[in-house]
C-alpha cells in the first residue's frame, strides 16, 4: 500500500496554501492528509506539533511534506508516527541531531521583535515585509484573500521557543524541493545528506502558481527514495 502523503503548512499560514496540490495529488490517486486550521494560533511549538500530530495517520505509512517553518516540525514527528521518509519544500531543514532547532534565529527574532504590537502579538505573515509586493506569491487576487485571511497572529513569544532534533535524526530517507534560491542553503544541506533534489524556478508559495507542476516534482522525488 502506497504511503499517505502529508501536506504540512507553516504554523504561519492555512491549509488553503497545500490545497490545489492535495487536489492533483488525489486525482492521481495518492492519499492525502492535510492540516486544518487550528482554532487558535499557536501560542508555542508544542502546540503546532500537536496540531500536526493530530492531522497525521498513526495507523499508516506516511510520508511527511512541509513547507517553510513546518520543515523544523519534522524530526520530533517522525517517532510517534510511521513515518517512511519526507520532501522538504521550501522549508526549514533541522540540523544539530540530538539538540534542538530555535523557531527563528536570533537575527530574524530581532526584526520580529520591533513588529509585535504592545501585547506581544504579531502581525499576520504578509504583512512583516514592510511594502514589498507580494502579488507574486499568489496566481490571483481571491487565492490571496483566501490565504490571508486563514493567517493567524502568532505571539513573539512563539519565536523565542524550540524544538528538538532526536539524536537518531534523520532515520528515514528524504529529499529537498526548492522554489528558486531562498532556500538554496537547505537545499545544499539535503544535497550534502545524499538527497535527492530539485528546484522549481518561483516564489516561496508556488504550490499555489504551478500545482501540477509542484505535485510532479514531489512525486519525482517521492519515487527516488528508498521506501
Known amino acids: 500500500m502506497e504511503p499517505v502523503l502529508c501536506l504540512l503548512p507553516s504554523p504561519l499560514l492555512g491549509p ?11 486525482d492521481r490517486g495518492w492519499t492525502v492528509a492535510e492540516v486544518p486550521r487550528p482554532s487558535r494560533a499557536p501560542r ?17 505509512d506516511v510520508v511527511l511534506i512541509p513547507h517553510s517553518n513546518a520543515g523544523l516540525f519534522v524530526p520530533s514527528l517522525a517517532a510517534p508516527r ?28 530581532d526584526m520580529l521583535a520591533g513588529k509585535a504590537d504592545g501585547a506581544g502579538l504579531l502581525p499576520p505573515w504578509t504583512r512583516w515585509w514592510d511594502g514589498e509586493d507580494l502579488s507574486g506569491l ?7 484573500e483566501i490565504v490571508e485571511r486563514e493567517q493567524q497572529r502568532l505571539p513573539l513569544s512563539y519565536f523565542e521557543d524550540s524544538v528538538p532534533v532526536p539524536a537518531d535524526w534523520p532515520a528515514q530517507p528524504g529529499a529537498y524541493l526548492a522554489f528558486g534560491d531562498t532556500y538554496a542553503a537547505e537545499r545544499a544541506a539535503a544535497v550534502a545528506r545524499d538527497w535527492p533534489a530539485m528546484t522549481l524556478p518561483g516564489e516561496h508559495l508556488h504550490m499555489l502558481v504551478d500545482p501540477d507542476g509542484v505535485a510532479t516534482a514531489i512525486t519525482e522525488l517521492i519515487a527516488k527514495l528508498v521506501i
Do not use: H, K, N
Open 82 to 109: 510511521r513515518v517512511a521518509g519526507y520532501v522538504f519544500v521550501d522549508a526549514g531543514l533541522p540540523s544539530g541531531a540530538g539538540s534542538s532547532v530555535p523557531m527563528a534565529p536570533a537575527e530574524f527574532y
Open 16 to 26: 488553503s496554501c497545500w490545497q490545489p496540490v492535495a487536489e492533483v495529488l488525489s
Open 138 to 144: 499568489f496566481p490571483d487576487a481571491p487565492t490571496r
Open 44 to 60: 508555542c511549538a508544542a502546540d503546532a506539533l500537536g496540531t500536526y500530530l493530530a492531522a497525521i495517520p498513526s495507523d499508516r
